[in-house]
């Protein structure tokens, strides 16, 4: 049965591709960033493409390429152009589909609609990134209780990077989240490492 899942972080830099790439992989599913915010030359997109190994994995094209690796509301502005959230449709698939957001739930994308607001008109079930730092449970826990609060869907959330079991035991406890798995932090990301981290979720 295909899904459609919704990749998003508890802030930028968190490993939301990464993620996006080993889910694409073990799912076999497409992938689509809606919105790339500057990087154009080196875009999530084309980072997805060269790491997933499987046949069946479609890369939809982005729906809003941005020139500037800003907030998407401000390089849009940048570039003369507004995000229309409801001109944002999921790419057509037989397959499941992994979308990647940007940043985290409340990240603007224009002078009215968060992220947040994409992922309600999506349908989508959320899946959450979280890292362990200094205030990684704080922001966790509120990136979940967002997404209850607005009667979203989770998934499950997934810790990417350096692992902390204190940290990731009292999120568990306290969110009662699914923790679809944990992927250790990676010293080169490629195909292969790509592959091995799918052992790692379950999902």
Not at 66 to 73: A, D, E
Not at 103 to 111: E, F, K, R, S
């Amino acid at each position: 049965m295909s899904n459609t899942y919704f990749v998003t972080g508890i802030g930028t830099g968190i490993g939301k591709t990464v993620v996006s790439a080993v889910l694409t992989e073990k799912l076999q599913a497409d992938y689509w960033k809606p919105i790339q915010s500057g990087d154009l030359e080196i875009s999530d997109s084309l980072f997805i493409k060269h790491l997933v190994s499987n046949t069946k994995t479609i890369v939809h094209p982005e729906k809003y390429r941005l020139g500037q690796p800003l907030s998407p509301h401000l390089s849009a502005r940048l570039d003369g152009v507004e995000i229309d959230i409801n001109a944002l449709q999921k790419p057509i698939t037989s397959n499941s589909l992994i979308i990647e957001g940007a940043g985290g739930l409340m990240v603007p994308l224009n002078d009215t609609g968060l992220i947040l607001d994409l992922i309600k008109s999506l349908e989508a079930k959320v899946i959450v990134v979280s890292q362990n730092y200094l205030g990684s449970i704080n922001h966790t826990l509120l990136t979940l209780e967002v997404l209850k609060t607005n009667h979203i869907p989770v998934e499950g959330l997934i810790f990417n990077g350096t692992a902390n079991p204190e940290s990731e035991a009292y999120i568990s406890q306290y969110s009662k989240a699914k923790i679809l798995g944990k992927i250790p932090k990676m010293s080169i990301v490629d195909k292969e490492s790509i592959l091995k981290a799918g052992q790692h979720i379950s999902i």
